[in-house]
Every structure is written in C-alpha cells, then in structure tokens.
C-alpha cells in the first residue's frame, strides 16, 4: 500500500518526466507491435501454405489392396504423418476430369484408366521441415508397390527458408525493441532515483530495510511498462482499424490473438520491472554493501 | 560495544585511508575522534555504521562484526547506530516534526505512535516549539537538534556524530555538545568526530582518540 502511494507520488513529482517514459516506451513497444501484428499474419500465411505440403506416393496397377491397407497403417504409426489419404484409380479419373476442364474430351474418351492409385500424406506441424519431408518420401518409395514417390522438394525448401528467416527477423528485431524500451525504464527510474536521493540516503542512515526503499521504484518500473504496453496496444489498434492493410496476398490482416495481446502488455510490465530492478539494485543496492 | 582490530581501509582512487586502526569504545563512553581534514575520521565513522568495509582487520559494533554480517542485517545495525552529520541532512520540504517522523515511519512504527513520539524526541533536543517549523526557517543550531532528533529516532545505543559543530557559532556548537553529554548520562554511548582542536582542549574530561595520516597516533585513554 505505501509503496503504491510511493510510486505514484513518484509519478506526481515528475509527471513529465514519467509521461515522457510512458510515451517512449509505448512508442518503441508499438513498433513491436505492428511488427507482431505483420509477423503474425506472414506467420498464418505460410502455415496456410505449409500446411498444404503433401508427399504423394504413386501406387504401380499390381499393388494388392491387403499389402496397401498394412503400408497405411505402417504411414500413420509414423510420428511425423498427421493423416494418410487414399485416392483410388477411379477417384484420380474423377478428380482429373473435375479440375481439368480443358481435357474433360480426351477423358471422356478413355477406354483403360492411365492414372495410378496414391497415397497423399500430410505432416503434422514441428515436422514440416525440407528433411522429415524428404525422409517421409524415402521411405514411402522403399515400398515395392511404390512406383514413384514426389514432394516438391525445391518450394519445401524455400517455404522453410522463409519461415527460418521471417523468424530470425521477428526475434531479432522483438529483442531490439524491447531492449529500447527496456534501456528507457531504466534511465526513468534511474532518474526517480537521483531526483529522490536525499531522501533515499536518509533511509539508509537510519536503518530502512531495502525492500522498503525499493519497492516503490519497482512499482513505478512496472507501473511505467504497463501503461506503455497499453498505449502500445492502443495505437497499433488504432493503426489497424484506421489504415487498413492489404500485404502481399493476404486480403486484409488479422487482428493479433488475445493471447498474444495480453501476453505482450504483461511482458511489458515484466520488462518495467527488471528494467527498474536493474537500477535500483545499481543506485540503491551499493549502499548495503556485498550480500 | 564498538571494537575495530587492526582495521585499514584503501580506496582504488585516493589509496590509504586509514592503517591500522584498533580502539574499543565500551558501553556509555564517550569520545572525540580528533585530526586534521584528512585524517581518516570520516573513515572509522563510515566503518562503524557499516556503510563501508574494512580492506584489513575487523569492526565489531554489538554482536555484529564486519566479516561476517549479513546484508539483510545492516538496517538492525543502523538502527542501534544513531548518526549526525555536519551538513545536518534534513529534508527541506519536511517541518521539524516531518523530518523526525520520517525515521519512525521508514523503520516501522505504528501509525498512531509516530505524533507522540516526535514530540517527545522534539522536547527532549529543546526544540518541541519549533516542531512545525522548515529547516530554512531554523538556525545552524536548531537544525543540528532536529538531527539529534531524528538520529534518537530508532533508540539508538550509540551515537556517532561527524564534525556536528562544524558549521555552528560556538554558542550553538556548545548547546549541541551538551545535548551529546545528556543523552551520554541517559546511557548513549558518543563517538563525535571534530578537527577542532581548541573546542576538544576545553573539554579534558572526554576521551581523545586522535588519527594523524590514517593511522591512531593518540589515545587519551590508553
């Protein structure tokens, strides 16, 4: 409670001080934000198109159905595949005159079915890597019935790039923005410090335990990574709903998940925290000497 | 009560601050700690309230000694050790009665006990008149008792007081000094460090530890 009323007096003291901590902080954290908001989206993308990756195993005429339904079953014991589906001569013949309209005649006019029976099977998220996929398509092209197993081994590749480096830029550029903000609470409680300095020796004088003097500080760091978590929030909501975004081939951008919002506004307040902890234990802490 | 044994302190920039330091002050003592600027009094004070560790040696201050107190048990020490300072150290926006009740309420005295108690430290400097007075409106020697005050806030059993007089005419230095030599006869024991020798010559019945280069080069008592 006096800590409460001492971070907030704290607040009183410097209002520009803090607005200007606030601000700045929000400001670095609303980058983050629309970066989130971006990443986000490029992220759902390319799990859309991940999650389309197929490895395709073309069965030879001669494949006896009790030898396919065992090698199914053996393909869906493996960790990596997330669903094995079977498409029958018939259903290929179907399925090619559905979609390609262009050669409906010519299949119409087929006598014996030239299209093979497949297995098409879909990986589980974590395993849609260029290696697990060109393994998966080994060992479905051991199987002797097996006449040819495809994956689109070069677009695997690239989509994995892709996401290897949309990630690599997300953290790197996440750090560095939450090192400003971070580098900003600092020099803020810092400040709060030194603008208390008298006050704080006189404590220390006369024997204030440490938590005392420091918990207000603390507050104070929490409080100001707060509210520029907030401010954050709001102005990329703000941005969001006022400049509405087409990006590449996404129609309009998604909103953040909540989960994700709550959790960058609590980290916020986290990084307030250690931010002011690393002051206060730099200004304050020397005084009581090694522990 | 307080013990340094073969204490030294260096520090990295300005070297040798003290050498070789050993005294005791018992219980109820009371001495001045006499040298010219320089000496090392500011030093053996620091020493004695645990702001600062010795670089040799040991400082044993009641049960706690500087080799091995604990970091969380320094507040407890601090507040057995009451400390004046030359510069008097009170806080400008606070009244007298402020500036007293500030130490209560940092070690934690109950709410309804810190009006009462500021009064009565308040009367017992001489000074419960000027209680909602600000340090601006207090003479050099009114303000060193608000000090006293606040120093005597936690109860301590030792007082150490560095250069109290420095910046007082020598009515008010005298009213301080006879303040330090009541709260000696109520049982405090005083450790007051001055550079003024004239002022430690007019009181031969106190002991004088006197510190030349860091080093102890005299002890009345010894």
Redesign the interface.
Known sequence: MRSMREALAGFRRTPLLCALSIGATGLSLVILGLFGLVAHNIGGAIGDVERRVEVVGYLLDDAGPEQVRAARREMEALPAVESVRYVSKDEALERARRDLVEFSDIYGELRVNPLPASFHLRLREGFRTPATVSETAGMLAAYPFIEEARFGDEWVERLFALRSAATGIALALGGGFALIAVLLIVTTVRMAILARG??I??????????G?IQRPFLLEGAVTGLAGGLLALGVTRLAYVVFPVRFAAIESLAWLPHLWTAAGVAAAAVLGLLAAAYSVHREVGR????? | MISLRGVSKAYPRSGDALRGVSFRLRKGEFAFLTGPSGAGKSTVLELI?????PTEGEVQVSRYNSRRV???D??????RVG?VFQDF?L?ERLTAAENVA??LE???TPRREIAGRVQRLLSQVGLAARARSRPSELSGGERQRVAVA??L??EPRILLADEPTGNLDPDAAGGVFELFRMLNRLGTAVLMATHDADFVRRHPDVRRLELEDGRLARDSAA
């Open positions: 008298e006050e020796e006189i404590m220390q004088i006369v024997g204030a335990r440490e005392y005084a009581y000497g090694p522990s | 309230h645990f702001q600062t560790r604990r970091r969380r320094i507040p407890a020490l601090r507040r400390f150290k806080l500030f130490a940092v070690i934690g606040r120093a806030a936690t």
